[in-house]
């Protein structure tokens, strides 16, 4: 894309220079009306390609190539054109530069533009969050919070110091599954913000994140709540709040019932978020309502009062990032399926996929999109996976065969328990000093000899330790994780075991 700009630029300058001086006739001009008409239907067209493309719509990218394209078109023919103006023409050009959003630039060269999320988050799909969503909305009252209130800024500076690291992590994970949650709060009328600062506050965006009290999944619910908005169990052993579509949606949900009750303020949604609907309602029948007056603040737990500012911060920035000097990473998240052309387990593809153009590799982005697999279960060829593009491409070129798709392999199939090597008893053996001493050894008892080594005798049946799963149990008594589900009647393809539970392992060891 970047190249088409380039090219276009080289023709604009090449025709200003040339020029197309004389008379215009009738007929000319007639000509020149239809190519400056050509060239604003070019950028109608590339300013619907942005849109597309910002809501990860796989047509984005093929429609803003198709209409520089077209621009390139017109410049060639106004060049051919008698008095035809190439810097009419090239004004154009220069506002979609200006635009930045050529999808191949280098991100460390440039900073990218501010999205400002204010009045386009906002739909009147459902009144109530529609009324609620103010606080994002164009009235700025989101703006002179942040501006005036300690407690924000104080947020936004941990953000920006010490938890930058996990805000950049939480925009480049949720980059990876903006296309399944963004639509589900898109379509309960509230701002993109508010998900992502719910989420980075929450999870980082991990989807397999657990809190010690329970809660989990990229937008942490507790398990009954969780139930009350069509979370839990699909029948599979799957839990649905670790699915982020579903997560969203249920979040939603939430947010609006809440918001219905306390007045539409989203500071108090957020208190209930974290702290309990109970309480915050009963706070809100008893008190002004203000989240920030005395008399309601300190009626909530330290955390609580933490978590307002933290998520209100996070959203903050997630819309103005330029204005702190934050730098988003570019993350290439177009969605794509990855069809396993042989066995493998996530654990095994991070290896192969590597890592170029991702510091810390796909593992993060493949448990996020496909969150029913564990990362070492063993994935039958076959199986599609959810992916991008560009990991798509990756395992085709690294993963199918060649020298790092076996390397990786190894990796994953080693087992640490085939290090220890056990051998018989140990025996004396007489040192230099002992014959330097003269003794006559022959009287000492023979030593015994050191029996074979026996090769050890696997039990029939194993229990479960905390921690462990199907495929490590496998691994460590030389079995197959498939033939080991069977024989137990275990179900993939998540292979789901509790500790303590009795394995039989028939079969291992052979």
């Not at 949720?174 to 992502?196: D, I, K, V």
Request: glycine share 8%; proline share 5%; aromatic share 8%.
């Amino acid at each position: 894309m970047q190249l088409m700009f380039r090219s276009i630029l080289a023709a604009a300058v090449l025709a200003a220079v040339s020029g197309n001086a004389g008379a215009v006739s009738r007929r000319d001009q007639a000509n020149i009306d239809a190519l400056n008409q050509r060239m604003q239907a070019a950028e109608a067209r590339y300013r619907d390609a942005m849109v597309l493309t910002a809501n990860a719509d796989p047509e984005g990218q093929k429609e803003s190539d198709a209409a520089l394209e077209d621009m390139e078109d017109v410049i060639a023919a106004c060049m051919k054109q008698r008095g035809c103006s190439v810097p009419t023409l090239l004004a154009t050009y220069k506002r979609l530069l200006k635009l930045h959003v050529d999808a191949e630039a280098d991100a460390s060269e440039e900073e990218p533009e501010a999205v400002d999320d204010h009045s386009s988050a906002v739909t009147a799909d459902v009144p109530e969050a529609a009324r609620a969503a103010h606080l994002l909305a164009d009235d700025h009252r989101f703006d002179r919070m942040v501006q005036f209130n300690p407690a924000v800024q104080a947020a936004i500076r941990r953000w920006l110091t010490d938890m930058r690291g996990p805000l950049i992590s939480s925009y480049e994970n949720y980059q990876y599954m903006r296309h399944l949650m963004w639509p589900q709060y898109e379509r309960a009328g509230l701002p993109e913000a508010l998900l992502f600062g719910i989420m980075a506050k929450e999870s980082n965006g991990k989807v397999h994140s657990t809190s010690r009290a329970g809660a989990a999944g990229p937008m942490q619910f507790m398990y009954a709540t969780g139930r009350r908005f069509g979370l839990g169990d699909d029948g599979t052993g799957f839990d649905t709040r670790y699915d982020p579509r579903r997560a969203a949606e249920a979040s939603a949900a939430y947010l609006n019932e809440r918001m219905g009750q306390l007045n539409r303020s989203i500071e108090l949604a957020l208190a209930a978020y974290n702290g309990g609907e109970g309480r915050a309602l009963r706070v809100y029948q008893g008190t002004s309502g203000n989240f920030w007056d005395a008399s309601v603040y300190n009626q909530f737990p330290a955390e609580t009062q933490d978590y307002v500012p933290m998520v209100i911060a996070a959203a903050w920035l997630f819309l103005h990032p330029r204005e702190y000097g934050l730098s988003f990473p570019r993350v290439e998240a177009k969605p794509a399926p990855l069809r396993l052309a042989q066995p493998a387990s996530i654990y095994q593809l991070t290896i192969c996929l590597g890592n170029r153009g991702e510091r810390d590799g796909y593992m993060r982005a493949l448990r996020n999109l496909n969150p029913r697999y564990q990362a070492d279960a063993w994935l039958p060829a076959g199986t599609t996976l959810n992916a991008t593009t560009k990991i798509v491409g990756l395992y085709n070129r690294w993963c199918t065969t060649g020298a790092r798709a076996e390397l990786a392999r190894t990796l994953v199939m080693s087992d640490p328990q085939t290090a220890i090597v056990r051998m018989g008893p140990v025996t004396t053996v007489a040192t230099d000093d002992d014959a330097a001493t003269g003794e006559d050894r022959a009287d000492a008892p023979a030593a015994p000899k050191a029996a074979k080594p026996r090769k050890p005798k696997h039990p029939s049946a194993y229990r479960v330790q905390r921690g462990e799963t199907l495929t490590a149990i496998a691994q460590k008594f030389q079995c197959d994780t498939g033939d080991l589900a069977r024989v137990n009647r275990i179900k993939g393809p998540r292979f789901a075991i509790r500790p303590g539970q009795k394995l039989k392992l028939d079969g291992c060891g052979e």
